[in-house]
């Protein structure tokens, strides 16, 4: 690790050693080392693919078979895809900290994976099934390639992801304003930090008193607000950021 890199984890994991209310915002860069392409980077997962033809609530009305089929082959394709280091620090992150909140923008069910509990899944989770008729849901546990029908109402099934056009499940951004805003750090890793409304959390955490630590090995949107902005691959240096934060002193604040 370079000079400057080592010297914004210590500070990263001073501010953290001195809260006891985390939030934590991810994006698409923590899952990049477990393989999957980001969205906004060359190859990413949309390229090249009509997603409007799948991925509105229109498209399931008029063709709910075709959808569902484009989202089992989406989940067959993350079915062998395993969490990473950056995943794993970050479960290791909530045992340390009193009320440490995680929120992310992945469908793709990694943190849950890796053992995170209680994540605020701001875009839905790929492996919820779930009828829009009377609000059933259910994890599921493997691939069915016909479209399934709610038992309670007869409704085809849908995947639990936030379409284009739609709102963000209810309730879950209340959650994650609450904890970003109630926060006295807030660490931001992999998000280009620029889909709405996911990337004014960090602002308003900042707003509201919190210290803005980032995880990306690019600039991004966000940078420049950032107080400690860690340049590296979460996977890489998360695992040591946990490490000094659960070896640092605690002054927690009263
Ligand atoms: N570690 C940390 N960050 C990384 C890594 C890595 N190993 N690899 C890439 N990144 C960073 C990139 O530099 C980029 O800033 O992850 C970010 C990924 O950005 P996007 O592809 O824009 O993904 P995200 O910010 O999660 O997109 C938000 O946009 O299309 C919608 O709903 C979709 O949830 C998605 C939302």
């Given amino acids: ?21 985390v939030a934590c915002l991810t994006g698409a860069g923590i899952s990049a080392e477990s393989g999957i392409p980001t969205f906004r980077g060359t190859g990413g997962i949309w390229e090249g693919l009509a997603v409007e033809q799948v991925a509105t609530p229109e498209a399931f009305a008029e063709n709910p078979q075709l959808v569902w089929r484009f989202y089992q082959a989406r989940r067959a394709a993350l079915l062998p895809v395993k969490p990473n280091r950056g995943h794993a620090a970050l479960v290791t992150m909530a045992n340390l900290c009193p ?13 849950h994976k890796a053992g995170s ?7 839905g989770d790929i492996w919820i099934d779930r009828c829009d008729g009377c609000g ?18 007869g409704q085809p099934l849908r995947p639990g992801v936030v379409w284009f056009g739609e709102t963000l499940p209810q309730g879950v951004l209340e959650r ?6 109630t926060a006295q750090v807030m660490v931001v890793v992999g998000t280009s930090s620029v889909i709405q409304p996911a990337a004014s959390l960090a602002h308003w955490a900042r707003e509201a008193g919190a210290t803005i630590i980032e995880v990306n090995p690019e600039r991004t949107a966000l940078s420049g607000d950032a107080h400690v902005v860690i340049n590296a691959p979460a996977g890489e240096v998360l695992p040591g950021l946990v490490q000094l934060w659960a070896s640092a002193p605690r002054r927690r604040p009263g």
Avoid: P, Y
């Fill in 117 to 123: 509990t209680g994540v605020l899944c701001l875009h």
């Fill in 176 to 181: 994650a304003v609450e904890a970003c805003t």
């Fill in 1 to 21: 690790m370079g000079d400057k890199l080592t010297q914004s984890v210590a500070q990263a994991a001073n501010h953290l050693a001195h809260a006891d209310r």
């Fill in 99 to 111: 009320r440490f909140t995680l929120i992310t923008q992945n469908v793709d069910g990694l943190h």
């Fill in 136 to 153: 059933w849901r259910t994890r599921a546990t493997g691939l069915c390639d016909r479209l399934g029908h709610c038992s309670a109402c």
